[in-house]
């Protein structure tokens, strides 16, 4: 081969070399890190680890104190002249009313056995607390209150509504009689005495006339001992006119209902 043909040989393959070279050396600057580091093609970064579609955080306790503004209500648990009564917690007082009133009347009902029967109000009112004491399961705690111009409880604190405590309660309640003036304001007030109790429920011909005065001072007695915020339902036997009002007020001023009754 002649002189002139090996050298441009040479040349071609050096050149080819020095190109090959500085490829590479573009290839390794596009791909390296830092700040000025482009989207070449290097090894692509580790992947995120699959926590799936929960992932373990800490979160915070349940809180499962109890809350004044959640609603406590359970539908049903007391039924009393067939209308169910709610309830808050586990726990109620029956507050009713024996003045002399309550023997006015005659009145035609299901007694106890099942037959058909008639009484005037206090002797419905007590077959109906008896059927309502008498439902109640072991898991609530009661009491009785009764009252003219002074009240009387059936015991001096809630029991548990066992049968005993339960035979017990329908046995004095069977035993009242009506007589003297209606005192509702202390009497109620006496069953809000028992801070831990936030049900009432009461039974009333709906005319107060002794323990306080006038029917704004029996409300104003409620309302005033009523400090834990316990809802009164009313059942008024017969009221009509302001004393049906007198009953409603003392419901609705208490987050309870009024039921009319015969």
Known sequence: MRFEQRFALIAALALGL???WGSGAAAQTQTGGGAGAGTGTGAPAPAAPDH???MDMPFAKPDTS???????????????YDEDVP????????????SGSMSWGTYSYTGLDGNTTTGNRLDRAKVELVRAISALTEDFHFNVVAYHCSSSRWRPQRVQATPENKASASAWVNALEATGA??????VALALSDKENFTVVLLSDGAPNCGASGFSGHLNMINSANTQGAVINTFGIGAYGEFENFLRQVAEMNGGTYVPVN
């Open 18 to 20: 020095a190109l090959a």
């Open 52 to 54: 799936g579609d929960t």
């Open 66 to 80: 109890y809350r004044e503004d959640e609603d406590q209500y359970d539908e049903g648990d007391v039924t009393f």
């Open 87 to 98: 309830t808050r917690g586990d726990s109620l007082y029956f507050v009713i009313d024996i």
């Open 182 to 187: 209606t005192g509702t304001g202390p009497a």
